[in-house]
């Protein structure tokens, strides 16, 4: 299998290891440091002490690689639409591609019913554009139950890899979702099918939708969150607002909060991907991860005062963290 991955980051770098790993063609969209050193020294992945290498074929430009059968993509959700034009550039007729993007995916009502269906959702997919180039029928999407962090350009380090359920978003289910699974967990990582994709979607979303915006308003980790009372209340209830939006959009409840905040303890001091890019001054998932809730929320009439005030508060923390960024004189 022809495999090209646009996003050597943590994730993006993880999923190339396990493909170029369980044997398949790996190449790598990349630039600067990142695209330097996958041609130096190639994709290095760390696992405890353990260390593997991958020599990818890596380029800037898709004209320089092959035309894939499975383009991976491991950009952010944010950074999509702007890649638009490299993703189409990269795409041949046949291609299908690989989302692994935490949060609400762009494609993620389109031939879903209810009464939200096939709606385009502006916070990750301004003006439809990604739903209009890559139809549903073109997709597979992985839902990440991983932690790796990309220690240099180009190395990666797995702390914990416990699922990745596949599913395909044209409901066939057929060779090319087998082929995935079976060459990824061939290659070390716990891949497995699913016929349920959307609500493995807004289950992981159930945790991060919450405990990611509030550990960047209050800059601590998850356990010191769920020390404080108030903290702890205010996820409580951005944790009920989903649930019913999820039931109104159709989808199954959830569960247990109390069951589901017992998961988000045993890990423990943890520094989300949302809070280490505040501090990084990095764009924030803020859109896939609440602000596409928000807007369904809205457009349905749905009541959910706390997810709408937590979003509007980090969204303006974002917007003023970059002001004062770009007034900050150069060293």
Same mark, same amino acid.
């Not at 034009?85 to 795409?91: E, K, Q």
């Given at each position: 299998?022809?495999v090209?991955?646009?996003?050597i980051?943590?994730?993006g770098?993880?999923?190339a290891? #396990?493909?170029?790993?369980?044997?398949a063609?790996?190449?790598a969209?990349?630039?600067g440091?990142?695209?330097?050193?996958?041609?130096r020294?190639?994709l290095?992945?760390?696992?405890?002490? !353990?260390e593997?290498?991958?020599?990818?074929?890596? @380029?800037a430009?898709p004209? &320089?690689?092959?035309?894939?059968?499975l383009?991976?993509?491991?950009l952010?959700?944010?950074?999509?639409?702007?890649a638009l034009?490299?993703?189409?550039? !990269?795409?041949g007729?046949e291609?299908?591609?690989?989302?692994?993007?935490?949060?609400?995916?762009?494609?993620?009502?389109? #031939?879903?019913? $209810?009464?939200?269906?096939?709606?385009?959702? %502006?916070?990750?997919?301004?003006?439809g554009?990604l739903?209009?180039?890559i139809p549903?029928?073109?997709?597979l999407?992985?839902v990440v139950?991983?932690?790796a962090?990309?220690?240099a350009?180009?190395?990666?380090?797995?702390?914990k890899?416990?699922?990745?359920?596949? #599913? &395909?978003?044209?409901?066939?289910?057929?060779?090319?979702? %087998?082929?995935?699974?079976a060459?990824?967990r061939?290659?070390?990582?716990?891949?497995?099918?699913?016929?349920?994709?959307?609500q493995?979607?807004w289950?992981?979303?159930?945790?991060?939708?919450n405990?990611?915006?509030?550990?960047?308003?209050?800059?601590a980790?998850?356990?010191?969150?769920?020390?404080?009372?108030g903290?702890?209340?205010l @996820?409580?209830a951005?944790? /009920? %607002?989903m649930?019913?939006?999820?039931?109104?959009?159709?989808?199954?409840?959830? $569960?247990s909060?109390?069951d589901?905040m @017992?998961v988000?303890?045993?890990i423990?001091a943890?520094?989300?991907?949302?809070?280490?890019d505040?501090? /990084?001054?990095?764009?924030? %998932?803020?859109?896939?991860?609440?602000? @596409?809730?928000?807007?369904m929320?809205e457009?349905?009439?749905?009541? /959910?005062?706390?997810?709408?005030?937590?979003?509007?508060?980090? /969204?303006?923390?974002?917007?003023v963290?970059?002001?004062?960024?770009?007034?900050?004189?150069?060293?």
């Open positions: 299998m022809k090209t991955v646009l996003g980051g943590a994730i770098g993880w999923l290891a #396990g493909f170029a790993a369980g044997g063609e790996v190449a969209l990349a630039r440091g990142t695209l330097a050193a996958l041609r020294d190639g290095v992945l760390r696992d405890g002490t !353990a593997r290498r991958f020599p990818l074929h890596a @380029a430009d004209a &320089d690689l092959p035309v894939p059968e383009l991976v993509l491991g952010k959700g944010q950074d999509l639409p702007g034009p490299l993703i189409r550039a !990269a795409m007729p291609t299908r591609v690989l989302s692994a993007q935490n949060g609400v995916p762009w494609f993620f009502l389109q #031939g879903f019913g $209810g009464p939200l269906r096939d709606a385009a959702l %502006e916070s990750v997919d301004p003006g554009a739903a209009a180039s549903p029928g073109r997709i999407a992985a139950h991983a932690a962090t990309a220690e350009p180009g190395v990666i380090r797995l702390a890899a416990d699922r990745l359920p596949i #599913g &395909d978003m044209g409901g066939t289910n057929g060779p090319l979702l %087998e082929a995935t699974v060459m990824l061939a290659g070390g990582i716990p891949a497995e099918p699913t016929a349920a994709l959307r493995e979607i289950r992981k979303l159930w945790g991060n939708s405990m990611n915006p509030l550990s960047a308003l209050c800059r980790t998850l356990s010191d969150m769920l020390d404080e009372p903290v702890r209340s @996820a409580e951005m944790m /009920a %607002e649930d019913g939006l999820g039931q109104a959009i159709g989808l199954a409840p959830l $569960g909060i109390a589901r @017992a988000t303890r045993r423990g943890f520094r989300t991907s949302m809070l280490q505040l501090e /990084a001054g990095r764009r924030l %998932e803020l859109g896939p991860i609440l602000g @596409a809730l928000v807007e929320a457009r349905l009439g749905h009541p /959910a005062p706390v997810m709408r005030g937590v979003h509007g508060l980090v /969204a303006l923390l974002e917007r963290s970059d002001r004062r960024r770009a007034a900050r004189p150069e060293a």
